[in-house]
């Protein structure tokens, strides 16, 4: 019997061949389970490629930027994770992959992951650090409201705030709480009102939306409305859903409701207790004004019945008679004074007139006189000394210089070229100009034609 040949495939065929075969057995949907390796998301097109694996077996995924848009946690290495696709062959290769549409972790849900992840990574940055909360104001009379304008949270807000403090005016921007484009929305108006609000004026913002599942208060866990939050110049009460939900939006407000209807209850004060705090003031004001009006009273009584306001004219009487005795003393004082001012220049006179001072002057000028002489014969005989003794060291540096002997009919003759002495026939060329210096500075030029 002839054997039966074999068929040749082209590398294209064989991978066709083996693509249609696994698209024919395997089913068309397929749930994995593994741990995420080698992940790494493509920097322009967004397509994500990693790889699932157990204790035995590595399978390649990859995941395209429009499913993994959906993906609200953040995908990791080593991280557990049940997978959503179709496997199929990826032909310039030559290798199988898994094509995952959906990415769930194992053992908890998506958005819980996401949230964690979220919270924990803000809370590093700080967004959540009390520090950065800005106080409440006490008595606040503009407030803008961000919420649904269909939902009932805007209606337990406004109820809330009215019957509490109903002089306050509510400004309400509507923005969406659910679903696709809630977070952009929400931080979008968070932006423009804070850019606005030099002329909004407002004094307290309140973000909030009623109670739903996670998925549905999701808007409120994103990013940007965290950031928007934090950003805020003025201050944030975050109002979401039920007591026990908490989002992201309460971490980093300045102040957290646990539900919309007490957002109000935060923001602003009960009136009547304003109003009893008034009138405690009140109270108080007019108890303390009483009693300092007693006791001023009780001090005008006294000072009236003061003998200054029974006999006034004492008083100029007494400073009258103050003005006399200080008059009488004065003029003792100063007869007193010129007496013994009188006595001293006395005993003066007769003290310059036994010295005898036009003798001690005489004794004093022939003194002075013969000072002076002195001094002029010092004085002369030490300036004859110095130019006796300058003339000497003038002679001696006259007889020192070179061109003393120019005056004694020597000369001085240079290389002009050079401008080196000439002291012998070989320091000048013929043809050279010679200087010849002669006394008092006299110069002659001459040229050299014969030597």
């Not at 075969?21 to 967004?46: C, F, M, N, Q, T």
């Not at 940007?224 to 934090?230: E, K, M, S, T």
């Not at 007139?353 to 002489?373: S, Y």
């Not at 004694?408 to 010679?434: A, M, Q």
Request: hydrophobic content about 40%.
């Amino acid at each position: 019997m002839a054997k039966k040949e074999l068929t040749i495939y082209t590398v294209s065929q064989l991978t066709s061949l083996i693509k249609a075969a696994l698209e024919e057995v395997l089913p068309p949907k397929v749930l994995v389970a593994g741990e995420i390796s080698d992940w790494k998301i493509h920097y322009s097109s967004g397509h994500c490629y990693f790889s699932l694996k157990d204790e035995n077996a590595v399978l390649p995924c990859v995941m395209w930027a429009s499913d993994f848009k959906n993906v609200k946690f953040k995908p990791e290495n080593g991280l557990s994770c049940i997978a959503k696709g179709f496997i199929n062959v990826y032909p310039p290769q030559g290798k199988y992959q898994f094509y995952v549409e959906k990415l769930e972790p194992a053992g908890v849900g998506a958005l819980q992951l996401a949230f964690e992840q979220m919270r924990k990574r803000l809370e590093a940055e700080g967004l959540f650090n009390e520090n950065h909360k800005r106080p409440l104001p006490k008595y606040p009379m503009r407030i803008g409201i961000l919420t649904s304008e269909s939902g009932a949270a805007l209606h337990d807000i406004a109820d809330s705030i009215q019957s509490r403090w109903p002089c306050a005016k509510l400004f309400l921007y509507p923005v969406l709480v659910q679903g696709e484009g809630a977070a952009e929305d929400i931080a979008a108006a968070l932006k423009n009102v804070n850019r606005q609000n030099t002329k909004l004026k407002l004094d307290v913002l309140i973000v909030g939306r009623g109670g739903g599942s996670l998925e549905d208060l999701w808007a409120f866990n994103e990013e940007v409305v965290a950031r928007a939050i934090f950003a805020s110049k003025t201050p944030v009460i975050s109002a979401v859903g039920h007591e026990v939900d908490i989002t992201i939006a309460d971490l980093v407000a300045d102040a957290r409701a646990s539900t919309p209807t007490k957002a109000g209850v935060i923001a602003v004060p009960d009136k009547n207790e304003v109003l009893k705090q008034i009138a405690n003031c009140q109270s108080r004001l007019s108890a303390n004004l009483k009693s300092v009006l007693q006791l001023y009273r009780e001090n005008l009584e006294t000072i009236l019945a003061s003998r200054v306001f029974k006999t006034p004219q004492l008083i100029v009487q007494n400073r009258q008679q103050w003005v006399d005795d200080l008059t009488m003393k004065m003029k003792v004082s100063v007869r007193q004074y010129f007496a013994t001012a009188k006595e001293i220049l006395r005993k003066n006179l007769e003290l310059i007139v036994r010295i005898e001072p036009h003798r001690l002057l005489g004794k004093k000028t022939v003194e002075l006189n013969e000072l002076k002489n002195r001094s002029a014969t010092a004085v002369a005989t030490a300036v004859h000394k110095l130019t006796v003794n300058l003339t000497a060291q003038a002679n001696r540096l006259g007889g020192l210089n070179p061109k003393s002997v120019l005056n004694r009919g020597y000369s001085i003759t240079k290389n002009k070229k050079t401008g080196l002495l000439i002291k012998k026939p070989g320091d000048v060329e013929l043809g050279d100009i010679i200087i010849t210096e002669l006394a008092e500075q006299n110069l002659i030029e001459s040229k050299a034609i014969k030597k």
